[in-house]
């Protein structure tokens, strides 16, 4: 099946490793081009390097929570490549602990960062894509359910896909797409350190496999093709929902 991605150019946040790396490899490996941006310049310098260097991949030392950031992504894909056709917003979770432990100032990071910095980067993104452009937001599970420990990840997920359903109804009529993407278990950093604080890690995660009806967690690699998929012209017709990318943990239908 040809996704149409050839020659395409998207942009990605949080995209030096992680899901936001793996879905960046699945769209150079269909022939797209990428702007990728993350907060160590050795992690952003690292990764455009094994996705193909300058021709395929540029990378941006940025912070989500900067109201610049966005901008200069938008930028920096229209002097490097010529176009935009959209981007996947991605950030880094916030700060473990539940939504009464954690403090005040938890809690303001995580809003500038996850949830005021996400919506800032869609509105800016949007206001530059063309009719057939597409959004993808890599929000969580938590979004339809509570995930025990991640009180601010609950709190502030379930806004975003809010968000996500809002500006998809709002930009629709010119053609453009907003997809909210919600990956469960998957084998990323974020993951390991969770299995290693819980005292033992092996434990912690054959309880997570247990819950999940494939039995597994998930591999990077599975989210990044649900996600370069949902951003190709392939998805034409997908917009204003919340894709679960969880091996069937969620239980509503």
């Known amino acids: ?84 056709d959209g981007a996947l917003v991605s950030v880094g979770g916030p700060t473990p602990g539940s939504a009464a432990s954690v403090d005040d100032e938890q809690w303001r990071h995580a809003f500038e960062t996850v949830f005021l910095g996400s919506v800032r980067m869609v509105r800016t993104v949007a206001a530059a894509l063309p009719d057939g452009g597409a959004i993808a937001l890599v929000l969580s599970t938590s979004a339809r359910a509570p995930v025990p420990g991640l009180g601010i990840s609950n709190g502030l997920r379930p806004g975003l896909a809010g968000v996500a359903k809002d500006v998809a109804d709002e930009y629709g009529p010119r053609g453009v797409r907003v997809v909210g993407l919600l990956p469960g278990r998957i084998m990323t950093d974020r993951n390991r350190e969770l299995f290693a604080a819980s005292g033992d890690p092996e434990q912690a995660q054959a309880e997570a496999e247990a819950g999940i009806p494939l039995r597994r967690i998930g591999e990077p690699a599975e989210f990044g093709r649900v996600a370069a998929f949902v951003l190709s012209p392939a998805a034409s017709y997908l917009t204003g929902i919340t894709l679960p990318v969880d091996g069937g943990a969620l239980r509503g239908l």
């Open 1 to 84: 099946m040809d996704l149409g991605l050839t020659d395409r150019v998207y942009v990605l946040t949080g995209a030096s490793r992680g899901l936001g790396y793996a879905t960046a490899q699945c769209l150079v490996a269909d022939g797209a081009r990428v702007v990728l941006s993350a907060r160590r310049a050795d992690e952003v310098a690292a990764a455009t390097a094994a996705l193909g260097g300058p021709d395929r991949a540029v990378g941006i030392t940025a912070d989500l929570a900067d109201p610049a950031t966005p901008g200069r992504l938008v930028e920096a894909a229209q002097q490097h490549f010529g176009r935009l």
